[in-house]
C-alpha cells in the first residue's frame, strides 16, 4: 500500500528534536491511517508521512531513531483508576491480605499474622475479603467472625469489591455505630432483623464512618502511590488517565509530583462529592474554585466523582425493576433524584465534569434524564460528563450518549470469564445478555472509554484491550465467552486512544499521530493486526512511551544518555 504524505506546514529550516524513521505507524487519523515516519518539535508532530517527508526536518541535533519497523500508535488512555487506594494502604503498612480470592480461613491467618506483627491496641485495617467465598465455604461474614478471633482490636476489612466493609464489634464501639445510628443517605448499615444491631458489614459509604474515626492515609503514602503509579501507567503506555475520588490531600500529593517534573501522564483528577470512601475535607472550597490552585498543563481537578448507586455483589445498584427473585427491591439510590438534577446543572454551570459511579440500568437512566436538565438549562456547553462504569444500559438509552455528549465508561476486565467476573454475574440471565454493552455505544455513535478501575481490577490497560476484543479470558484459565458482543480490533484500538482523548476534552489536540497534536505516541513489540488477539494483545509490552515529545518510558535505550533520558529508568513497578 502506498502511504499518502501529510507534513506540516513548517519551514523545513525548522529541524526536528526527534525523527523516528522506518516505523509501521497506526495513525487512528482517518485521513491518513498509516505512516512510516514522524517528525516531532516542542512536543508535537511537525510531520507525519514517508521518511522523504521528514528527511528535511533533521538537523545536526535531530535525535534518529530507526525503529526497525516496529508498530506504532498513540498513546493510551485508563479513563478511571485509583493508584491511592491500590497502593497507599501498603505503603501506610496497612494489612494486606494477599490472595486474588481469599478464603475465610486466609482473611482470619492474614488477621492474626498482622496483629502478631504490629502488637498494640491500633487498628488492624487492611484489604480484602470476598463475601462470595464466605458464601462459598458456608460461613457469614460479620462481626460474630471476627469477634471470635479478635475481639480486642478494631478490625476493618474491605470487600474486594469496595462494596463494604467486614468490622469488629470493637471497631463498631469505636465508631459509635449502634442499634441507633442512621444509616447514610449513600449506604447502609447491615443489621439483624429483630434487634436493629449491627451485623458488622457496612455497605457502600456507610463504610466512611469508620474512616472518619480513623487516622488519615499518611501523605508519603499517597505521593509514593501515585508516583509509582505513573511510572507503571507510562511503562505500559498510558498517557492521559483519571484519578477518581480525590481530596485535598491526594491532590497535594499529586501537585508534588507535578512540582518535580514526574506527572508522567495527564491526569485528570475527581473529587469525591460525597464521603463514599474516606472523609473529603473542604469539599465545597475546592469545588467553588480552589481546584484551580492545582491546574497545570498536565493536573486539573475538574471533576466530581460520586457514587450514584451500589454494587452488584451488595445487590444495592439500582436497576430499573426489581432485582430477581425480588418483588419491590431495585438496588439503592444514594441520592434523591431531585438531588441529582440539581447537582449535574449546577456543576455543569461551573464547567466541572461530573463522573458519575452508575453500574444499575436505573442509575444510569436517571444519570441521563439529570444531563439533559443540565443541557436544557445551560445549554451544550462542552462539558462532557461520564457515566462510570455503565455496567447496565437500557437499550433505548444507547442513543443518549451521543445526544447528549456524554461517555459511557466501561471496566472490560469485568467481562472475560474468571470466578471475579462470575461472581458479579447476578442481575439475572435478561441483563447480563446487555451488559458491558460497549458495542450498543459504539454503533449508536456515542463515545465509548476503557477503566481499569484499580484496584477492583488490574492497572494494566493490555488486559482489558484483549478483552474488548474477544470476551474471553486471556490467560486461558476459564473457556468460553462472557456475556455480550465483541468490537474489533479498530474499533477497540480507537476506544483506548482517541475517544479517550475526546472524554478529556482534549482530542483537537490529542490522541491521534497528525500533524499539529500533541506527540504522544508509543512503540510496541509486537503489530497488533498481525498477531492472534487472544492469549498474545493482553502481553503486549511498551517499548518506547512518548508525551508531549518527552521520553516518559524507554525499554529500548535509545535516549540513555542523552538529555532526552525517559522520566522513569527503574525497572517497572511489580504490581
Avoid at 503498612?93 to 486474588?100: A, P, Q, R, S, T
Avoid at 487498628?123 to 457469614?140: N, P
Avoid at 458488622?200 to 505521593?223: E, R
Wanted: proline share 5%; glycine share 8%; with cysteine.
Amino acid at each position: 500500500m502506498t502511504t499518502p504524505s501529510f507534513v506540516a506546514a513548517s519551514s523545513p529550516a525548522e529541524t526536528a528534536d526527534i525523527v523516528l524513521i522506518n516505523a509501521n505507524i497506526h495513525t487512528v487519523d482517518d485521513n491518513t491511517p498509516r505512516a512510516k515516519a514522524v517528525a516531532i518539535r516542542s512536543g508535537r508532530f511537525m510531520a507525519v508521512g514517508n521518511e522523504d517527508d521528514v528527511t528535511p526536518f533533521i538537523g545536526d541535533h535531530t535525535k534518529v531513531i530507526d525503529l526497525e519497523g516496529r508498530f506504532v500508535m498513540p498513546g493510551l488512555y485508563d479513563m478511571h483508576t485509583h493508584p491511592d487506594l491500590a497502593l497507599a494502604p501498603g505503603y501506610a503498612d496497612y494489612l494486606n491480605i494477599g490472595f486474588e480470592d481469599p478464603t475465610p480461613e486466609e482473611v482470619k491467618q492474614a488477621i492474626l499474622d498482622y496483629a502478631d506483627s504490629h502488637p498494640g491496641d491500633g487498628w488492624i485495617y487492611g484489604q480484602y475479603f470476598v463475601r462470595y467465598t464466605f458464601k462459598q465455604a458456608g460461613l457469614v461474614a460479620d462481626r460474630d467472625w471476627l469477634d471470635s478471633f479478635m475481639p480486642d482490636r478494631p478490625v476493618a476489612i474491605l470487600d474486594r469489591s469496595w462494596g463494604c466493609m467486614m468490622v469488629n464489634s470493637r471497631a463498631l464501639a469505636l465508631a459509635n455505630i449502634t442499634a441507633e445510628t442512621q444509616d447514610p443517605r449513600h449506604g447502609y448499615i447491615e443489621r439483624d432483623s429483630i434487634t436493629h444491631e449491627p451485623s458488622g458489614i457496612l455497605v457502600d459509604g456507610a463504610y466512611a464512618i469508620i474512616h472518619a474515626t480513623m487516622p488519615p492515609t499518611p501523605q508519603h503514602a499517597l505521593t509514593r502511590a501515585y508516583r509509582e503509579g505513573l511510572h507503571f501507567q507510562s511503562g505500559h503506555g498510558v498517557v492521559g488517565t483519571k484519578y477518581v475520588h480525590v481530596c485535598e490531600h491526594r491532590l497535594n500529593a499529586l501537585r508534588s509530583l507535578d512540582q518535580d517534573g514526574k506527572l508522567s501522564v495527564r491526569v485528570e483528577a475527581a473529587i469525591s462529592w460525597q464521603d463514599d470512601i474516606f472523609p473529603v475535607k473542604r469539599r465545597w472550597e475546592l469545588l467553588a474554585g480552589e481546584r484551580h490552585y492545582y491546574r497545570s498543563n498536565r493536573l486539573n481537578a475538574n471533576a466530581v466523582k460520586f457514587h450514584f448507586d451500589g454494587t452488584h455483589e451488595s445487590r444495592s445498584s439500582y436497576l430499573s425493576t426489581p432485582w430477581p427473585g425480588e418483588k419491590n427491591w431495585r438496588g439503592h439510590l444514594n441520592l434523591t433524584p431531585e438531588h441529582i438534577v440539581d447537582m449535574v446543572v449546577d456543576m455543569d454551570r461551573k464547567g466541572v465534569r461530573v463522573i458519575a459511579h452508575c453500574t444499575g440500568d436505573g442509575a444510569s437512566d436517571i444519570f441521563l434524564d439529570a444531563v439533559a436538565q443540565a443541557r436544557a438549562r445551560n445549554g451544550n456547553n462542552g462539558v462532557r460528563h461520564q457515566c462510570a462504569h455503565s455496567t447496565t444500559l437500557l437499550d433505548t438509552n444507547l442513543v443518549r450518549f451521543k445526544a447528549l455528549d456524554v461517555t459511557a465508561e466501561f471496566s472490560p476486565v469485568g467481562w472475560f470469564p474468571s470466578s471475579f467476573a462470575n461472581a458479579r454475574a447476578v442481575f439475572g440471565e435478561e441483563r447480563m445478555q446487555r451488559a458491558y454493552n460497549f458495542k450498543g455505544v459504539i454503533e449508536a455513535g456515542g463515545n465509548a472509554v476503557m477503566g481499569t478501575d484499580w484496584p477492583v481490577s488490574s492497572l494494566n490497560p493490555w488486559i482489558g484491550f484483549e478483552a474488548m476484543i474477544t470476551r474471553q479470558n486471556p490467560f486461558g484459565e476459564e473457556e468460553g465467552q462472557f456475556f455480550g458482543h465483541p468490537i474489533s480490533l479498530e474499533q477497540a484500538i480507537r476506544v483506548m486512544t482517541i475517544n479517550g482523548a475526546w472524554c478529556m476534552g482534549i482530542e483537537q489536540h490529542a490522541g491521534s499521530i497528525s500533524v499539529g497534536k500533541s506527540a504522544d505516541l508509543i512503540v510496541l513489540d509486537r503489530d497488533l493486526f498481525d498477531i492472534a488477539i487472544k492469549g498474545n494483545l493482553h502481553a503486549t509490552q511498551v517499548e518506547l512511551t512518548l508525551l508531549e515529545g518527552e521520553v516518559t518510558w524507554d525499554r529500548l535505550g535509545a535516549f540513555t544518555d542523552t538529555d532526552m533520558a525517559a522520566t522513569w529508568q527503574e525497572p517497572l513497578p511489580a504490581f
